[in-house]
T-cell receptor
Framework: GAVVSQHPSWVICKSGTSVKIECRSLDFQATTMFWYRQFPKQSLMLMATSNEGSKATYEQGVEKDKFLINHASLTLSTLTVTSAHPEDSSFYIC??????????????FGPGTRLTVL | AQKITQTQPGMFVQEKEAVTLDCTYDTSDQSYGLFWYKQPSSGEMIFLIYQGSYDEQNATEGRYSLNFQKARKSANLVISASQLGDSAMYFCAMRERQRGANNLFFGTGTRLTVIP
């Protein structure tokens, strides 16, 4: 299957700083990329959906100014957590999808980034 | 209302035995897809199996099979001949056509532990 990478795999930062997480599709061009957040022992919650070159669509309750998403190319999307606070500590997972509109268009997941805000 | 319900927070199974992980879903869409993913402790989501709402036969992929009961809106995952490496979190997910066939909605997951 296709490979999605995330960098960094884990990050520890001080409260008030900003953190950027990169998501890359390594061997395919992703029509759509998704960002999920997963709290310990909980499910994946979709934060936002982004298509290359256009603004991300955020899910209800997700602060756009807090979680900045940039989808600069068909192989790269970034999530920036601005002015991070301890409650932002979580496991962030990106996912990339080839094609659109099809129920079975496969969605490939990155290995996740564990963010700890002190 | 929850779109995907997984009622088993944790399950135990003896090595080499079969196990069924439950999943029920809620949708008014006639066209949808159901997925199962495995998440080991490393965190990566691994695709296991897919079932389309119009598929008449239950999906199978190696040791994984999906017991699809459309009228009951259930899509249980059956793992046969469990192995120690099957110990992980398992998530059921759904994608709906009427929502643009875009977002995957995940259930809360079931933690499977395989006992030697």
């Amino acid at each position: 299957g296709a490979v999605v990478s995330q960098h960094p795999s884990w990050v520890i930062c001080k409260s008030g700083t900003s953190v950027k997480i990169e998501c890359r599709s390594l061997d395919f061009q992703a029509t759509t990329m998704f960002w999920y957040r997963q709290f310990p022992k909980q499910s994946l919650m979709l934060m936002a959906t982004s298509n290359e070159g256009s603004k991300a669509t955020y899910e209800q309750g997700v602060e756009k100014d807090k979680f900045l998403i940039n989808h600069a190319s068909l192989t790269l999307s970034t999530l920036t957590v601005t002015s991070a606070h301890p409650e932002d500590s979580s496991f962030y997972i990106c996912s990339a999808r080839v094609g659109s509109g099809g129920l079975y268009n496969e969605q490939f997941f990155g290995p996740g980034t564990r963010l700890t805000v002190l | 209302a929850q779109k995907i319900t997984q009622t088993q927070p944790g399950m135990f199974v003896q090595e080499k035995e079969a196990v069924t992980l439950d999943c029920t879903y809620d949708t008014s869409d006639q066209s949808y897809g159901l997925f199962w993913y495995k998440q080991p402790s490393s965190g990566e989501m691994i695709f296991l199996i897919y079932q389309g709402s119009y598929d008449e036969q239950n999906a199978t992929e190696g040791r994984y099979s999906l017991n699809f009961q459309k009228a009951r809106k259930s899509a249980n995952l059956v793992i046969s001949a469990s192995q120690l490496g099957d110990s992980a979190m398992y998530f059921c997910a759904m994608r709906e056509r009427q929502r643009g066939a875009n977002n995957l909605f995940f259930g809360t997951g079931t933690r499977l532990t395989v006992i030697p």
